[in-house]
């Protein structure tokens, strides 16, 4: 079973930075995917970013890329965002996520992924 916990979350004006951790526990991650998804309140999960665990390799929505760095540290087994230029449509929960296999270099759906922390408070004022 794994276990992922976020942390990180806070209040921010627009133009700050915040990094998310998430803390992975539970098994070895290699070959695993992770992602960074978020919801804004009465909006649909949007997925944000995603790394493949082995090679580091990562992938970005439009809205964020340029701005957001996904990040991990295999050493502690802990996954990051790093977020600057916030702005307020940034606001949101943000939910890590891990699959249990590569899932490739392309915008990923939540149903791809098994396993969710419960998420992180981002609010971006304006």
């Known amino acids: 079973q794994v276990q992922l916990v976020e942390s990180g979350g806070g209040l921010v004006q627009a133009g700050g930075s915040l990094r998310l951790s998430c803390a992975a526990s539970?098994?070895?991650?290699?070959?695993?995917?992770m992602a960074w998804f978020r919801q804004a309140p009465e909006k649909e999960r949007e997925f944000v970013a995603t790394?493949?665990?082995?090679?580091?390799?990562?992938y970005y929505a439009d809205s964020v890329k340029g701005r957001f760095t996904v990040s991990r540290d295999i050493a502690k087994n802990t996954l990051y965002l790093q977020m600057n230029t916030l702005k307020p449509e940034d606001t949101a929960v943000y939910h890590c996520?891990?699959?249990?296999?590569?899932?490739?270099?392309?915008?990923?759906?939540?149903?791809?992924?098994?396993?969710w922390g419960q998420g992180t408070q981002v609010t971006v004022s304006s």
């Open positions: 996520a891990a699959a249990s296999k590569w899932l490739g270099v392309r915008q990923h759906s939540g149903e791809d992924y098994a396993y």
């Open positions: 539970g098994r070895t991650f290699s070959g695993v995917t």
């Open positions: 790394i493949s665990w082995s090679s580091g390799v990562s």
